[in-house]
């Protein structure tokens, strides 16, 4: 059998398969192009970070420039600020935000009343469901000088601000991480939750003839039911880690509150579409979107040496 009978006997199982599953091809194309065209298509448009970018001349018609942009990036004044912060925020997110919803996840399957658990449920997946621009518009008037929250952190430190308590610098993160908290904890649950319909319910019984309460139980048999996904959605997050929602930082930053808010992504934002330094705001996004990358690559084999589960 020589190589063409093999193509021609693959290209016929492709055709099979094809005609068999055709359905269900057919629903996953919208999703193949929506990834073509938004994430595929546009890394073309890379190019100009090694470019002096003109519109005038295209993208092939402007001059190369090597690396010089990311060398300027990285000598810039503002480099270490704006990596400093997205570092920190990112972190503080991967701290308290990623183990929320497992945690709530974990309290919701420890409730009894079924009434009481959807009543939780539908409070808590709320916050998803509204648009960012009117979380961020009740997130200004709650921290203005007489808003609810500025108002409690008065009361508790004792220290009269007589402004928003988003003009404090150092309070910025504090709010910016505690909003999406609130935003996305319950929403984050839904994958956990399916998690724990996964799990063995003879292993609960097995464990209470052995004694164990239910706080073992979760201990035991819970968590390490979940571990996979857990790490699953580790992995997922880490490979966004430095991409810290330019939309809503740029929603509720000001000039003064730079110091601790400037991040890669609004840095990028302002440099590529206030200033119309389209090539150095490229250069900027490709070095994100490249530690993002072997930020996924690490995790990944990392987990897969130490627990057996990765994406690949």
Known sequence: MDLREVDFMGMQGIVKELRTNKYIYIMLAPVLLYYAIFNYGPMYGAIIAFKDFSPALGIWGSPWSGFSHFVDFFNGIY?????????????????????????????????????????IQTVTYM??????????????????????????YEWITGRDLGESLLLQPEMFRTIFVSSGIYQHIGWGTIIYLAALTGIDMEQYEAAKMDGANRFRQMLHITIPGILPTVIIMLILNLGHMLSVSFEK???????????????????????GLQDFNYSLSAAV????????????ILANALSRKLNQTSLW
């Open 285 to 296: 996004g490709l070095f994100n979107s490249v530690i993002n990358f072997i930020m996924v």
């Open 79 to 119: 480099f270490w600020r704006i990596l400093k912060n997205t570092i920190l925020i990112s972190i503080y997110e991967l701290v308290f935000g990623f183990p929320a919803p497992i945690i709530l996840a974990l309290l919701l399957n420890e409730l009894r009343s079924a009434m009481f658990k959807r009543m």
């Open 127 to 152: 916050p998803h469901f509204i648009s960012l621009v009117v979380i961020c518009g009740i997130l200004k008037d709650f921290t203005s000088s007489g808003g609810i929250i500025t108002l409690i």
């Open 249 to 271: 930082i740029i929603l509720l930053y000001t000039p003064v509150t730079y110091e601790t808010a400037d991040v890669i992504s609004s840095y990028v934002y302002r440099i």
